[in-house]
């Protein structure tokens, strides 16, 4: 059964609240204009997997998302009504997602959060597609950009192939990797970016993979997948999966046998489980990330992103996996509903629609975000960045929330 949450949200509280973003800068919409005036419930859908073997995991993703909702919250709401915070356990599955559906649109939200997980959003922006309801939910699948394939769904992360080619990109420009293999699950997500990266490979350098290795998530040991991408003299790796078990059996099969290439992940999170390790392999890993989320030597993030870090770090839900918080699209999707709410003064969704395909430059905590009626990845290409793992150790981290960016980016 989900669990109705309801809160007093109105404009002029939303407003005041929201004021100081605006004010530092967080909002630039260009050519949204005035809608009518709205009544009645401002409904907010929210899947999440509270069981399963996922929602641990899972749970941190959601802190912003919730810390959004405060905000709003304690600015007194949205449009002067009461709001219905309808939770629904989607147990983190894909097959679940169409039933799932069905219980939104009987809520009839006016926009929805979630679910996480490519594989759980390709799922449920399909069978949401064609209905009215405002989503976005953590999945990097490049096709949920698509604005005319999901008119009303809105990503507000980098794509697999936003991933990819700032992968291949480091590996070959950064550190003069010419061997670059690559290791990828064998899901959704783990076939859009071996095929982005394989691509880009073929169109920006005119070169293949030395060696591609693609494994079951559920395996148990990853050694034959490491041998060969050791036989293949990779120097540089693409290692492609949200499984942390996986990437501990990768490491142990390259520390085994001594194989140390540079690797780049999709993820930064997780450094605790990888403190077996030490010395070449995790100076050698690193990940994709945002731009804003890093520091170097002479750059510090804003004080908009530490303020945040600092709330998520307090959070209960939080639980270590602090960079899983800070890095999700969801405290960036409900400030910039609520600020579009406001602005447009109705919570109609094809309002709502109207408004978010004119975002241009929204200064997010993470990035800034843009969309057309066509592009609905909202993240552009100069916002993502590379980060370093083991800089989840240095104080500068904020506890981890952060990353240092790469040298020479």
Same mark, same amino acid.
């Given at each position: 059964?989900? !669990?109705?949450?309801?809160?007093?949200?109105?404009?002029?509280?939303?407003?005041?609240?929201?004021?100081?973003?605006?004010?530092?800068?967080?909002?630039?919409?260009?050519?949204?204009?005035?809608?009518?005036?709205?009544?009645?419930?401002? +409904?907010?859908?929210?899947?999440?997997?509270?069981?399963?073997?996922?929602?641990?995991?899972?749970?941190?993703?959601?802190?912003? +998302?919730?810390?959004?909702?405060?905000?709003?919250?304690?600015?007194?709401?949205? %449009?002067?009504?009461?709001?219905?915070?309808?939770?629904?356990?989607?147990?983190?599955?894909?097959?679940?997602?169409?039933?799932?559906?069905?219980?939104?649109?009987?809520?009839?939200?006016?926009?929805?959060?979630?679910?996480?997980?490519?594989?759980?959003?390709?799922?449920?922006?399909?069978?949401?597609?064609?209905?009215?309801?405002?989503?976005?939910?953590?999945?990097?699948?490049? &096709?949920? +950009?698509?604005?005319?394939?999901?008119?009303?769904?809105?990503?507000?992360?980098?794509?697999?192939?936003?991933?990819?080619?700032?992968?291949?990109?480091?590996?070959?420009?950064?550190?003069?990797?010419?061997?670059?293999?690559?290791?990828?699950?064998?899901?959704?997500?783990?076939?859009?970016?071996?095929?982005?990266?394989?691509?880009?490979?073929?169109?920006?350098?005119?070169?293949?993979?030395?060696?591609? !290795?693609?494994?079951?998530?559920?395996?148990?040991?990853?050694?034959?997948?490491?041998?060969?991408?050791?036989?293949?003299?990779?120097?540089?790796?693409?290692?492609?999966?949200?499984?942390?078990?996986?990437?501990?059996?990768?490491?142990?099969?390259?520390?085994?046998?001594?194989?140390?290439?540079?690797?780049?992940?999709?993820?930064? &999170?997780?450094?605790?489980?990888?403190?077996?390790?030490?010395?070449?392999?995790?100076?050698?890993?690193?990940?994709?990330?945002?731009?804003?989320?890093?520091?170097?030597?002479?750059?510090?993030?804003?004080?908009? *992103?530490?303020?945040?870090?600092?709330?998520?770090?307090?959070?209960?839900?939080?639980?270590?996996?602090?960079?899983?918080?800070?890095?999700?699209?969801?405290?960036?999707?409900?400030?910039?509903?609520?600020?579009?709410?406001?602005?447009? &003064?109705?919570?109609?969704?094809?309002?709502?629609?109207?408004?978010?395909?004119?975002?241009?430059?929204?200064?997010? *905590?993470?990035?800034?975000?843009?969309?057309?009626?066509? &592009?609905?990845?909202?993240?552009?290409?100069?916002?993502?960045?590379?980060?370093? %793992?083991?800089?989840?150790?240095?104080?500068?981290?904020?506890?981890?929330?952060?990353?240092?960016?790469?040298?020479?980016?």
């Amino acid at each position: 059964m989900s !669990e109705v949450i309801s809160a007093r949200f109105s404009r002029r509280t939303a407003l005041a609240g929201f004021g100081a973003l605006a004010a530092a800068g967080a909002l630039a919409l260009s050519g949204c204009g005035r809608g009518a005036g709205a009544t009645g419930q401002v +409904g907010v859908g929210w899947i999440e997997p509270k069981t399963g073997r996922l929602a641990a995991a899972y749970k941190p993703i959601y802190v912003g +998302g919730r810390l959004a909702l405060e905000d709003i919250t304690a600015g007194g709401g949205l %449009l002067g009504e009461m709001a219905g915070l309808t939770e629904i356990d989607d147990k983190g599955s894909p097959s679940t997602q169409a039933a799932i559906a069905r219980r939104v649109v009987g809520a009839e939200p006016s926009f929805v959060v979630g679910p996480t997980g490519s594989s759980q959003v390709l799922a449920s922006a399909s069978a949401l597609a064609q209905k009215a309801f405002i989503q976005s939910g953590w999945g990097g699948s490049a &096709n949920l +950009g698509n604005g005319k394939e999901f008119p009303y769904f809105y990503q507000l992360v980098y794509n697999t192939t936003q991933q990819a080619e700032a992968a291949v990109r480091f590996l070959r420009e950064a550190r003069d990797k010419k061997r670059i293999g690559l290791i990828v699950e064998n899901s959704e997500f783990g076939e859009s970016i071996r095929t982005a990266a394989i691509d880009y490979l073929a169109s920006e350098y005119s070169a293949t993979p030395v060696a591609v !290795e693609t494994f079951e998530v559920d395996a148990n040991d990853l050694t034959p997948y490491v041998r060969k991408l050791e036989a293949a003299k990779v120097d540089g790796l693409g290692l492609f999966t949200g499984q942390p078990q996986a990437t501990i059996l990768i490491l142990r099969a390259m520390r085994a046998s001594g194989f140390a290439p540079t690797i780049v992940s999709h993820d930064l &999170n997780y450094v605790d489980a990888l403190s077996e390790f030490r010395g070449e392999l995790l100076d050698n890993f690193f990940g994709t990330t945002y731009r804003g989320l890093t520091y170097t030597a002479t750059e510090t993030p804003h004080e908009r *992103v530490t303020a945040l870090a600092g709330r998520i770090a307090e959070h209960p839900d939080t639980a270590g996996l602090g960079y899983s918080a800070i890095t999700s699209p969801y405290f960036d999707y409900l400030t910039l509903m609520a600020d579009l709410v406001a602005q447009e &003064n109705t919570a109609d969704p094809r309002a709502l629609k109207k408004a978010l395909d004119a975002v241009a430059g929204y200064q997010g *905590v993470r990035s800034k975000i843009s969309f057309t009626a066509d &592009n609905h990845t909202g993240i552009a290409d100069e916002e993502i960045t590379i980060g370093t %793992l083991t800089s989840a150790l240095e104080p500068e981290s904020l506890g981890g929330l952060l990353r240092r960016r790469a040298d020479g980016l």
